[in-house]
């Protein structure tokens, strides 16, 4: 029979990487954790209507991207193409922004995007993102940023930059707007690029072709425009992260593929990664709550690209988690000593240890040499003559020597060899 494929651009993680997906998932989840968020799961399909009005209509991630259907009540439904719009939508349903402010929320899980697949590209992806939602202060703003580069940093990572700028808010952005709109207007630009740029003229800033760079060059900027209120928000925002020591380059033309952004905007850039150099990226909503039906509260996160960051380590060389499988592997000769090991190996994982062992009867051979793939650092060899004298066989797979200790203190000899 024809065996069948996994779904096209989606990727598999299975031992051993899945272990450095996992071990760069933790980091990123552990730096919000210490920060004080605190953890939400959401459902992966939402109403369509939530991503329509929140993310916008004008993005690509909502006109082409959307894995939509109808389910069988007749609703249109959507696989979430990003996590804000969801926690925005759980916020005001369960009234958490009616306690105390900001409420900090942490999510990991799958998102899904109808992209065209190409490294570091996937159609389900994985994030580690964070909401802080009920405060406007700049140094939440730094305090988010922060936290992902210190979760990046805890991963090992040092080869990317944080590109930062500020989009202006409903007071200022509207006449930048137009200022580029008609700065473009006079450009002689293509009409797709004029259709785009009637549908959203900051989008033009991002366009990667070189003829067009060259024509932006003197293309007004909105970091030259902001009021006087999103002035000074941002530039103490940047003075909360000198004072952190944390590293940032200004990035004026820094496009947002979401249409939510307000003021800081930033994004985790590692040029190692190729095309899809993104590894995370985020900013303030300030009218985002509203506009899903909550309170005009305004909010700032991001979303971390868990497959990214793991392929930034992979082109960093580094070595994240655990590479070893369990670290106590073991080898029963015979059907008694096979029953003794089952117990041993109980205790051992009561005990807190890793341990997986052979199975089927296996010869003494075969079975160390899967002792020494698995990884583990000790293993304990059990042969009928080691049974009826109540001892087992600990050996110490790195220095290869080895010992018999009474099966009664093997557990005790296995945790001082691990120690
Ligand atoms: P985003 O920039 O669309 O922002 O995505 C954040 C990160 O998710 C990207 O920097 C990238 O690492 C990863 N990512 C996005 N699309 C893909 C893909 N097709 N394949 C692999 N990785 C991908 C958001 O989603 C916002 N919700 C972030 C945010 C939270 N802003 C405020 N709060």
């Known amino acids: 029979m024809a065996h069948i494929e996994g779904p096209k651009g989606v990727p598999d993680y299975y031992p051993p990487v899945s272990r450095r997906f996992d071990a760069v998932r933790g980091h990123l989840v552990g730096a919000a954790d210490r920060a004080g968020y605190?953890?939400?799961?959401?459902?992966?399909?939402?109403?369509?209507?939530?991503?329509?009005?929140?993310?916008?209509?004008?993005?690509?991630?909502?006109?082409?991207?959307?894995?939509?259907?109808?389910?069988?009540?007749?609703?249109?439904?959507?696989?979430?193409?990003?996590?804000?719009?969801?926690?925005?939508?759980?916020?005001?349903?369960?009234?958490?922004?009616r306690g105390a402010l900001p409420v900090k929320l942490v999510y990991s899980g799958e998102f899904f995007r109808a992209e065209r697949p190409q490294a570091g590209r996937y159609r389900q992806f994985h994030q580690v993102g964070i909401e802080a939602i009920g405060s406007d202060d700049p140094a939440l703003d730094a305090e988010v940023i922060a936290v992902g580069h210190e979760g990046f940093s805890a991963i090992g990572l040092t080869g990317y930059r944080i590109e930062l700028t500020s989009l202006g808010d409903a007071a200022c952005r509207p006449a930048?707007?137009?200022?580029?709109?008609?700065?473009?207007?006079?450009?002689?630009?293509?009409?797709?690029?004029?259709?785009?740029?009637?549908?959203?003229p900051l989008r033009v800033l991002d366009d990667k072709r070189p003829q067009v760079q060259e024509l932006l060059t003197d293309a007004p900027l909105m970091i030259d425009h902001l009021c006087a209120d999103c002035a000074a928000h941002f530039a103490q925002v940047r003075t909360?992260?000198?004072?952190?020591?944390?590293?940032?380059?200004?990035?004026?033309?820094?496009?947002?593929g979401l249409d939510y952004y307000t003021r800081t905007t930033f994004e985790y850039v590692h040029p190692g990664l190729g095309a899809q150099s993104g590894m995370g990226g985020g900013g303030r909503y300030d009218g985002l709550m509203a506009e899903l039906g909550g309170q005009a509260l305004s909010g700032i996160g991001y979303g971390l690209g868990v497959d990214r960051a793991l392929l930034a380590a992979d082109a960093e060389g580094l070595e994240v988690g655990t590479t070893a499988?369990?670290?106590?592997?073991?080898?029963?000769?015979?059907?008694?000593?096979?029953?003794?090991?089952?117990?041993?190996?109980?205790?051992?994982?009561?005990?807190?240890?890793?341990?997986d062992r052979s199975?089927?009867?296996?010869?003494?051979?075969?079975?160390?040499?899967?002792a020494d793939s698995s990884g583990a650092r000790v293993a304990l060899i059990l042969g009928d003559r080691d049974l009826a004298e109540g001892a087992v066989v600990v050996r110490d797979l790195v220095s290869g020597e080895q010992r018999s200790v009474p099966l009664a203190e093997s557990v005790d000899a296995v945790r001082e060899l691990l120690a």
């Not at 700065?183 to 549908?199: H, I, K, N, S, V």
């Not at 909360?240 to 947002?256: K, T």
């Not at 096979?338 to 009561?350: C, D, I, M, P, Q």
């Open 176 to 200: 930048y707007r137009e200022l580029l709109q008609s700065f473009l207007d006079g450009l002689p630009l293509d009409e797709p690029t004029r259709e785009r740029a009637r549908l959203n």
């Open 38 to 97: 605190g953890l939400i799961e959401l459902p992966m399909f939402e109403s369509t209507e939530l991503f329509t009005r929140g993310v916008g209509e004008s993005t690509d991630v909502v006109s082409k991207e959307m894995y939509t259907f109808t389910d069988r009540g007749d609703r249109s439904i959507t696989l979430r193409p990003e996590g804000t719009a969801g926690v925005m939508r759980a916020v005001i349903e369960h009234g958490m922004d």
């Open 240 to 256: 909360v992260l000198d004072a952190l020591g944390v590293p940032y380059v200004l990035n004026p033309r820094m496009v947002r």
């Open 325 to 355: 499988r369990c670290e106590v592997y073991g080898v029963p000769m015979g059907e008694a000593a096979s029953l003794e090991l089952a117990v041993l190996a109980g205790k051992l994982r009561a005990a807190g240890v890793r341990v």
């Open 359 to 370: 199975y089927g009867g296996r010869g003494l051979k075969a079975a160390m040499k899967s």
